[in-house]
């Protein structure tokens, strides 16, 4: 099992940045693929970015391609997103997930482990 904590939300203008960050307990984090999925009010929960076991696969949604960078540090059981240009429309609840196989998932059914989120807010 394992447990996530986000961080790095906050209130930002657009065309900013911010970088958020998971943090995951236990001693198998390597074991997990990770994801950061975005939930907007009165919208469904969507998948944001994911990478792999080894951090050495990434996959983005079409609409954060370019601006958003996920990675990971397997040493210090870390995953971050690194959000650039951002727009209004990027205004969520961010989490971070853990899915123990070795997908690339793109839908939240497949991660069995969530954090609490972290808000983002992006001004116009």
């Given amino acids: 099992q394992v447990q996530l904590v986000e961080s790095g939300g906050g209130l930002v203008q657009a065309g900013g940045s911010l970088r958020l960050s998971c943090a995951a307990s236990g001693r198998t984090f390597s074991s997990y693929a990770m994801g950061w999925f975005r939930q907007a009010p009165g919208k469904e929960r969507e998948f944001v970015a994911a990478i792999s076991r080894s951090g050495g696969s990434t996959s983005y949604a079409d609409s954060v391609k370019g ?7 397997n040493a210090k059981n870390t995953v971050a997103l690194q959000m650039n240009s951002l727009k209004p429309e990027d205004t969520a609840v961010y989490y971070c997930a853990a899915d123990p196989s070795i997908r690339l998932g793109v839908s939240a059914s497949v991660y069995d482990y969530w954090g609490q989120g972290t808000q983002v807010t992006v001004s116009s």
């Fill in 67 to 73: 601006r958003f960078t996920i990675s990971r540090d």
